[in-house]
């Protein structure tokens, strides 16, 4: 049975910084590209950061310089390092491995002005 679960998530003044957590099992973690998606409310999902297996990494324009997305593949965990947060981050942020189309259930983050 796959499980992505995501933790980490909270609330933040602006500028501030969170670190989100994802734990993987069930899936050949070290092989699988890892990717962040975030959806605010009455928006599309939309990607915010991927990490290949090997740890080659891309991201949105909206997270360039200040979100950094690696991996632990010995821990099946990925991470999203997110600094100067601003309000406009604010969304429920979920873990996907598109190899077999897996997601985890969101860890809400919310960032006051």
């Known amino acids: 049975q796959v499980q992505l679960v995501e933790s980490g998530g909270g609330l933040v003044q602006a500028g501030g910084s969170l670190r989100l957590s994802c734990a993987a099992s069930?899936?050949?973690?070290?092989?699988?590209?890892m990717v962040w998606y975030r959806q605010a409310p009455g928006k599309q999902r939309e990607l915010v950061a991927s990490i290949t297996g090997g740890g080659i990494t891309n991201y949105a324009d909206s997270a360039k310089g200040r979100f950094t997305i690696s991996r632990d593949n010995a821990k099946n965990t990925v991470y999203l390092q997110m600094n100067s947060l601003k309000p406009e981050d604010t969304a429920r942020y979920y873990c996907?491995?598109?190899?077999?189309?897996?997601w985890g259930q969101g860890t809400q983050v919310t960032v006051s002005s």
């Open positions: 069930g899936i050949f973690f070290s092989r699988n590209v």
């Open positions: 996907h491995c598109p190899d077999g189309y897996y």
